[in-house]
């Protein structure tokens, strides 16, 4: 599967974006999906991810009640929803996909990566 992050930019803080990570191919359905960042000068991390019938979603704490993973397998597409963004959002996203059950917060666990996208949180 391929996968294809769009939906990031330039927004002031307390703004929203919505990220999306479109997949090509068949049996979409069946892939978990994980959204991940990393910013400037740190390590890639985890921010929410879905399971292949859209529950066992994860966030972690800085983003939980913010951020909100969802998806629409008609679509092929995971989206996630970030609201009232911080500075310290910015990053690049990255969307991952896997076609498995298994711990979706390890980066290392996922096959299949898209290219990310850039978010940039003016304060």
């Known amino acids: 599967v391929q996968l294809q992050a769009s939906g990031g930019g330039l927004v002031q803080a307390g703004g929203s974006l919505r990220l999306s990570c479109a997949a090509s191919?068949?049996?979409?359905?069946?892939?978990?999906v994980g959204w991940f960042r990393q910013g400037p000068g740190k390590e890639r991390e985890f921010v929410a991810a879905i399971s292949w019938n859209g529950i066992g979603t994860y966030d972690v704490d800085s983003v939980k009640g913010r951020f909100t993973i969802s998806r629409d397998n008609a679509k092929n597409t995971v989206y996630l929803q970030m609201n009232s963004l911080k500075p310290e959002d910015t990053a690049v996203y990255y969307c991952a996909a896997k076609t498995a059950m298994g711990d979706m917060r390890r980066s290392t666990w996922y096959d299949y990566w898209g290219q990310g996208t850039l978010v940039t949180v003016s304060s």
């Open positions: 191919g068949r049996s979409f359905s069946s892939y978990a």
